[in-house]
């Protein structure tokens, strides 16, 4: 049987996911991202929205705030990698957003050295990496 973790004050749980997806159509993805932009300002015409959504990082920027996530409206367990996922290679074409969910991984690690707050303005060279001694 596995050995259990209790919970104890101070233990730091840290959880870090990867949610993947790929670009089918640019256009639609830029427009997905100008139409959340107006959601977002609504005294934001088209214009203005062109100007400020201009490239991928602005566009993934502002679908993430609009949305939490990229691929919003993609069910979770569709996109989820290995036995019983899509196949390498698969995309989903028709999409409105422009966008192929392309794999979700999470991975829970407890006893991270200092959640990424005590680090104050200077972050570890890699905030993602995991820990040494993480079990898997």
Do not use: K, W
């Not at 993934?60 to 989820?80: C, Q, Y």
């Not at 794999?103 to 820990?131: K, N, S, T």
Request: with cysteine; aromatic share 6%; net charge negative.
């Amino acid at each position: 049987m596995d050995e259990q973790t209790v919970p104890t004050a101070g233990m730091t749980i840290s959880v870090r996911t990867r949610r993947d997806v790929v670009i089918v159509d640019p256009e639609r993805f830029l427009a997905s991202a100008r139409a959340a932009y107006r959601d977002l300002h609504p005294e934001a015409g088209e214009e203005s929205a062109a100007e400020n959504v201009r490239d991928v990082y602005d566009a993934v920027h502002i679908l993430l705030d609009r949305f939490g996530r990229l691929a919003a409206d993609a069910p979770e367990t569709s996109s989820r990698c290995g036995h019983g996922g899509p196949r390498p290679g698969q995309r989903v074409l028709d999409r409105p957003d422009g966008l192929s969910p392309a794999g979700e991984l999470q991975r829970i690690v407890v006893e991270d050295q200092m959640p990424l707050q005590d680090y104050g303005c200077f972050l570890p060279e890699d905030p993602f990496a995991l820990p040494p001694d993480s079990q898997v």
